[in-house]
């Protein structure tokens, strides 16, 4: 198939043909990481703008990386370092990237939508790097790519998110990307941390843990997201974490094979204990590592790429 898309805004819009397309293509990127010159000309003469107005680590970090392995120009503007102090709107500051001449606008912002509402004014390509607690779709790219290296398939497997499903933009991404794939998806939380209505996305609900893992070959485990919670929705962190929270007791029920993921950052002895996150059942450092070769792939085919210049 042939990339047509301009951007990249999430994965309720997109095929499962072209959900492949992309885990495919990353594929031949993942061996770029490993050379000696980890760099290939396919971008050359590209700019690439990172545009984040939320924090970040991994994200922002490994799409710099991919845009600089594929040789792009980069340029990286925090929200604390840009006009938007100044007053400036949304818009504004886009249509301004945009009359330098840019191809691809990396954007994460709090507001749902807002990378949608720039794909809609700007004619560079927008990248969705997190729209509030909507969609992450590269996050979920990786976490599904990781899945199908792990386990060979993603048709048929049983994969279990626990945790704050109501304000997960990666939960969000990981259940559309993942049915449309044909995975069995079910998630696990208090009632106050599931969405209304989440079934009808087709997944599993559980309000407890043990049964909810019991068959999974995969847990996603997510993050308490504290900074989207506007009151109180469980009665202490402690609470959570003896009722959800990830430990050696609790994966007793689960199958030997089980896979641990989790898309950081991890708030360790939460939602998941240190000596599970960095035990043999864990591959958080390999969704990391993944990462940079979804976001090559997905730069390469914005940015109209058809597979001949990797090397
Ligand atoms: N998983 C993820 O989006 O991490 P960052 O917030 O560090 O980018």
Redesign the pocket.
């Known amino acids: 198939m042939q990339w047509k898309r301009k951007d990249l805004l999430g994965l309720e819009e997109l095929t499962a043909e072209e959900i492949n397309f992309i885990l495919d293509t990353a594929e031949s990127f993942k061996e770029i990481s490993l050379r000696p010159i980890k760099k290939v000309p396919a971008l050359r003469g590209k700019t690439i703008v990172n545009l984040f107005f939320?924090?970040?680590?991994?994200?922002?970090t490994?799409f710099e990386l991919a845009a600089k392995r594929l040789s792009a120009d980069t340029v990286s503007i925090s929200a604390s370092t840009s006009s938007v102090v100044k007053g400036e709107t949304l818009k504004d500051t886009a249509r301004n990237i945009e009359a330098m001449k840019v191809d691809i606008i990396i954007m994460?912002h709090s507001m749902p939508g807002a990378p949608h509402l720039l794909a809609k004014e700007v004619t560079p390509s927008i990248v969705n790097?997190?729209d509030g607690a909507h969609e992450?779709p590269t996050?979920g790219l990786l976490d599904i790519f990781t899945m199908r290296e792990k386990k060979g398939k993603i048709k048929g497997l049983k994969v279990t998110i626990v945790g704050d499903i109501a304000h997960s933009r990666?939960a969000r991404s990981n259940i559309w990307g993942l049915c449309k794939l044909g995975a069995q998806v079910s998630v696990a939380g208090p009632a106050t941390l599931i969405p209304p209505e989440v079934e009808r996305m087709g997944v599993k609900v559980y309000h407890q843990v043990e049964p909810a893992i019991k068959s999974a070959d995969v847990i996603n485990v997510l993050r308490i997201q504290m900074e989207r919670q506007h009151r109180s929705l469980f009665p202490s962190i402690r609470e959570y974490s003896q009722l959800f929270g990830i430990n050696r007791e609790r994966l007793k029920v689960a199958r030997p094979d089980i896979l641990i993921m989790h898309?950081?950052?991890i708030n360790r002895g939460v939602e998941l204990d240190p000596d599970i996150a960095d035990g043999p059942y864990s591959v958080i450092l390999d969704q990391v590592t993944n990462g940079l070769a979804i976001r090559m792939a997905v730069l390469y085919l914005l940015a109209g790429g058809k597979g001949e210049a990797v090397n």
């Open positions: 939320e924090p970040s680590t991994r994200t922002r490994s994460r790097a997190g992450h996050q990666v898309p950081g950052p």
